[in-house]
């Protein structure tokens, strides 16, 4: 799976807007908000830490 975050809002796009039904729409809107999950988690551990600490005398 690739790690870009654009085809999974994609698949999100397509199936919250072409479902015919929402039983229909359910497991591909799911499968898209999961691989984003699966993509922050793998992107989160390269982040710098936003706050540093200040240094202690």
Known sequence: MSHNALLPLAVIVLFGFHGETNDDA??????????????????APARPPSIQPEPSE
């Open 26 to 43: 359910a497991p591909g809107f799911t499968f898209g908000l999961a691989w984003l999950a699966h993509i922050a988690v793998h992107r």
